[in-house]
């Protein structure tokens, strides 16, 4: 059964471009088993008429003019008791501003203001008009009177260019409200996922005592497994071998080589939500391991090592991603945004976590990191230098917020 099963979901509907695509949302969350009612403000009703939503919901659809030619019934006020959650889509900067004042001038925003159901506000307007303080205070008002917004995406906008202020797409917004449904509910917003990490640097043996890796300790990696885990997940960590204790409560699976964390993920990914790449794989493997230990070389000629590509364990399975929520990290010394940028794309990530592991106390190793979050349709964000755990929580927080959580 579906969390959305019977679930009673009032969608209001502000004037925008994109008020179209809340026909979309409905359909999906009706879909899922939700019912659905519509309350349109009236710049809402310019854009797109109320027939349309009664059509699509089976069900009246409250504007001012149902509202005034039914004066024995307080509409708006039955429509607000009746509501389990609240979605706001797409919410205007004037819708916006008017929830933050706790106007109620129609039927829309007094439906608003009169229920006690948990709202979700999916702002979207000019990238301008989405940066200009007077929005920003007013979000962060909302989100202090307890209502949850989703980011919006950045993209071609109306207006002809790019910018952040767009509609993130409606599949998108639904998996977003799932997830803050189930974190709602159960405290919990990796609720019943399964998250599948990597960790630590594989080591590609060149003779039975000697091998090449890398610096990863694997606290990067572990730090994501354990904070998935608390955030309610089901965790598998693959980990290349580390000094680290396992963690409790997560399914461990042990591996050295390259080609021994491609069999397990490979394994593993068709049961996986989210996929967590944070180990540092090696890119090279000796061509041929040596049967036993490699003499010292009589001559003084040094010694020439043939070494092979291994296969890139993130492209190959985002490749085949179906429903899967995919991260991948990058470890740069140099150009990061560039380079992290193309890992991005030609890896087809839903996530890239960019570190330059040349800066002080970043990436491998210590304790701390501070990392770039890129993706293709999302503004990027640049953390401070924090925990391991706290980028952890940023790069889990980020990944739902961008729709990880319900793609499945
Ligand atoms: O383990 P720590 O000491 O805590 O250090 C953390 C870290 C620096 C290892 C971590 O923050 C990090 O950056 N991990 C990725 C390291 C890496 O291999 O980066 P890359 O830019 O070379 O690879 C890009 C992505 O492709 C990575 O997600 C990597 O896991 C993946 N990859 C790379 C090669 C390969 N053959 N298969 C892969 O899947």
């Known amino acids: 059964m579906s969390i959305w099963t019977d679930r009673h979901v009032t969608v209001v509907v502000s004037g925008g471009i994109a008020s179209y695509k809340a026909l979309t949302v409905i359909r999906l969350l009706m879909h899922e088993g939700a019912q659905v ?19 699509l919901t089976q069900q009246p659809v409250v504007t001012d003019e149902f509202t005034m030619t039914d004066p024995e019934h307080v509409v708006h006020v039955a429509l607000a008791d009746w509501t389990d959650v609240m979605l706001i889509v797409p919410a205007t900067a004037n819708l916006i501003a008017k929830m933050a004042t ?8 007094t439906t608003i203001l009169a229920t006690t159901a948990p709202k979700y506000v999916v702002p979207a307007m000019n990238s301008h008009m989405f940066a200009n303080p007077a929005t920003t205070r007013n979000l962060g008002q909302l989100v202090s009177d307890g209502m949850t917004v989703l980011d919006p995406a950045t993209g071609m906008l109306a207006e002809g260019y790019v910018g952040h202020g767009r509609l993130p797409e409606p599949p998108e917004i639904v998996a977003w409200l799932t997830s803050q449904l189930l974190a709602h509910e159960t405290g919990l917003p990796l609720h019943g996922q399964r998250v599948l990490v990597t960790a630590g640097g594989t080591r590609e043996m060149l003779d039975p005592v000697r091998y090449i890796s890398n610096r990863s300790s694997g606290k990067m990696g572990y730090a994501i497994a354990r904070v998935a885990r608390e955030m309610g997940a089901k965790v598998t960590l693959i980990s290349a071998q580390t000094a680290l204790p396992r963690p409790e409560g997560i399914t461990y699976i042990q591996v050295t ?48 090592l043939q070494l092979t590509e291994t296969t890139d364990i993130l492209k190959k399975l985002a490749g085949q991603k179906q429903a899967q929520f995919v991260i991948g990290f990058a470890a740069e010394t140099q150009q990061l945004l560039s380079n992290a940028t193309h890992k991005l794309t030609a890896k087809n990530l839903d996530l890239l976590v960019a570190n330059d592991v040349s800066a002080p106390g970043v990436g491998f190793n210590g304790d701390t990191n501070q990392v ?27 990944a739902i917020a961008q729709g990880a959580v319900g793609k499945a």
Request: no cysteine; charged share 20%; glycine share 2%.
């Open 102 to 109: 706790g106007l109620a001038d129609d039927a829309a925003t």
């Open 257 to 304: 080589t390259a080609a021994e964390m491609l069999s397990e993920v490979e394994q593993a990914f068709p049961t996986t939500d989210m996929l967590i790449m944070a180990a540092a794989v090696s890119d090279y493997r000796p061509a041929e391991m040596a049967a036993q230990k490699i003499k010292k070389q009589p001559n003084d000629h040094g010694l020439t």
């Open 372 to 398: 770039t979050l890129l993706s293709q349709h999302h503004a990027a964000v640049t953390t401070e230098l924090l925990s391991k755990e706290a980028i952890a929580q940023i790069v889990l927080e980020t």
């Open 37 to 55: 009612r519509v309350a349109l403000t009236a710049h809402a009703t310019e854009f797109i008429t109320p027939l349309t939503f009664q059509t």
